[in-house]
């Protein structure tokens, strides 16, 4: 999910997929709750939202991502969640047509426009 998880001592190269999925379930649950709790306006769950939905490979959890994006819109400033869930939402079809590791989420959104993406941060 990022670019030095595999040297984290908790990660597991032979088990790579699976360590992948638990970190992508672990961010679900984690935004979940914050929005759950009300707190739409933390904007720090959106990029880990939108990378752990790009992420995993399990496409009920990526849709589950698209919608707590979704939840967080019209709470910053612009237009910048939306644009993000739109980038989520593509991707993850894009996922869907090519499996899930044949997309390059940064060239699919400069293809369409979205070269810069504020996430929130």
Not at 7 to 21: G, H, I, V, W, Y
Not at 84 to 89: D, P
Not at 101 to 110: A, D, K, L, P, S
């Amino acid at each position: 999910m990022f670019p030095s998880q595999q040297r984290l001592p908790s990660f597991n190269l032979a088990a790579q997929k699976s360590d992948t999925e638990a970190r992508s379930a672990q961010t679900l649950a984690l935004a979940t709750s914050i929005l759950d709790a009300g707190d739409l306006a933390r904007r720090e769950i959106v990029f880990p939202c939108f990378i752990a939905g790009f992420a995993t490979q399990d496409f009920e959890r990526k849709r589950r991502f698209v919608s707590l994006l979704r939840r967080c819109e019209g709470y910053g400033i612009g237009q910048n969640t939306g644009v993000v869930r739109k980038l989520l939402a593509g991707v993850c079809e894009e996922q869907g047509r090519r499996g899930v590791g044949g997309v390059e989420w940064m060239v699919w959104g400069r293809e369409r426009g979205w070269s810069v993406v504020n996430c929130g941060l």
